[in-house]
């Protein structure tokens, strides 16, 4: 079935600093997603993102739609303790077979 | 904020008890899903619902099985849980097949 592989799978930053992290598919989606999820809550949806080349933002994060339709990527600007989290990334959407990446979760030093 | 509220939120259970999570929506989406959360692995979907009655396995729906009798509500069973089943399981809600999924808050079980 189609993986996702997500990295890196966690990161340890100072606040400030700005972040990436990349996910990339066996298989080409015409959908990418871009979810975070807060400690002992459930997943909610950062950015959508629908075209190959793609480029979202939402606030501080920005996402891309990588040209092969392979890959996607996500960017957040100059961190803040609330982004402390893990974010998935996830596709296609509307096959009623969400795919999910591992996660990375991110640590913000104060 | 789909409306979706999930129960129990924390159970730990025996190994070989019956367990049954529930998953409540109060927005009417037709689309319904199961997923466990464990380390390193992401969500992987367990079972999913289209519709009343209508229901499909997911990538890992070995030993769980679900039922939605009602637009609202859906249910998932562990005939008899095992370790293996010790998870945290987060119920998605979505409109319409080209929607956004929505997440409840989550249930942890633990099975001794």
């Known amino acids: 079935g189609q993986q996702l592989n997500q990295s890196p799978q966690s990161m340890f930053i100072q606040e400030g600093e700005d972040v990436s992290m990349n996910c990339t598919s066996s298989?080409?989606?015409?959908?990418w997603l871009w979810y975070k999820q807060d400690p002992g809550e459930g997943p909610v949806l950062l950015i959508a993102l629908y075209k190959a080349g793609e480029l979202t933002s939402n606030g501080r994060l920005t996402a891309q739609f990588g040209i092969t339709r392979k890959d996607s990527f996500l960017n957040i600007s100059a961190s803040i303790p609330s982004d402390v989290g893990i974010y998935f990334c996830a596709g296609p959407p509307g096959a009623q077979k969400l795919v999910f990446g591992q996660g990375t979760r991110l640590t913000i030093n104060p | 904020d789909a409306g979706i509220t999930q129960s129990p939120r924390h159970k730990v259970t025996e190994t070989g008890t019956p367990v049954t999570l529930r998953c409540h929506q109060t927005?009417?989406?037709?689309?319904m899903y199961w997923y466990r959360q464990d380390p390193g692995h992401g969500l992987r979907l367990i079972h999913y619902?289209?519709?009343?009655?209508?229901?499909d396995k997911g990538e890992v729906s070995d030993g769980y099985s679900v039922s939605r009798s009602k637009t609202e509500d859906f249910l998932l069973t562990l005939e008899s849980a095992t370790s293996s089943q010790t998870s945290v399981y987060f119920c998605a809600t979505e409109a319409g097949p080209t929607d956004t999924q929505y997440f409840g808050p989550g249930t942890r079980l633990t099975v001794l």
């Open positions: 927005e009417n989406h037709r689309y």
């Open positions: 298989s080409i989606f015409n959908t």
């Open positions: 619902s289209y519709g009343v009655k209508d229901t």
